[in-house]
Structure formats: C-alpha cells, structure tokens
C-alpha cells in the first residue's frame, strides 16, 4: 500500500498499476512530504535515481558499485557518473515502490551522498 500523501508528477497514485505508465516517461518525480524521489531515464531504460530530502538538505543517487565516474546521456539531461546509473528494473522498481511506500531511500542498496557542490 501507498503512502496517503504520495504524490508523482502531481497527481494521487494509489498503487502499483496507477505506477506503471510513470515509468515510461523519460523522467518522473514522486514526493511524499518533504521528501522526494527523482527517476530520470537514458534511451536504454536505465535509471539515475536521487532521494530528497527536505527541500535539499540532503541528497543522496544510487550507487551501482561499479566506481566509474564518467558521465552518461540520459533523455533530458546527464548523469554526472556512470556509477550512479541502475541498470536493473526490477532494483529501479524496487526502490520506487519502497519510496511510494516509506517516502525514505530504500536500505538495501548502495547511495552517494551529495557532497559534490560542498568543495
């Protein structure tokens, strides 16, 4: 079940079917409170996926273990390392509906904490 305050892209998703058509997009972002969830896709489906929390006080990506830093095209943007690419989509719905869910970052995978504009 969905937490009652999530909100993707603006719109009440109740579960996981309501979910579905959000991952088609080339990005989308779910909040629940101050908290968010922003998935941005590369044309291979692949996801850059960052946890929010309180309007930027803390930023975290996913981190794939693999160490690269170079950076990737994704459909609208780029992502600023390779290593913060999911390449799973089943880890990519993982980790969306345990936000949907929790409104928190999913524990059972790696994150990058934002430290890259504190230099």
Do not use: Q
């Not at 305050?5 to 972002?29: I, M, N, Q």
């Not at 590369?42 to 996801?47: F, G, K, M, P, V």
């Amino acid at each position: 079940m969905f937490h009652p305050d999530l909100s993707v892209d603006g719109y009440a998703v109740e579960s996981k079917e309501g979910l579905e058509p959000f991952f088609l997009r080339k990005r989308f972002a779910c909040c629940v409170g101050d908290n968010a969830l922003e998935v941005e896709f590369s044309e291979s489906r692949a996801a850059f996926i960052g946890w929010i929390l309180d309007d930027g006080e803390e930023i975290y990506y996913f981190d794939n273990g693999s160490g690269n830093k170079e950076a990737v095209d994704l459909l609208i943007n780029c992502c600023p390392e390779e290593r913060m690419m999911c390449y799973d989509p089943d880890v990519i719905r993982d980790i969306v509906y345990y936000f949907c869910e929790t409104g928190e970052r999913n524990p059972k995978y790696n994150w990058i904490e934002d430290t890259f504009g504190a230099e």
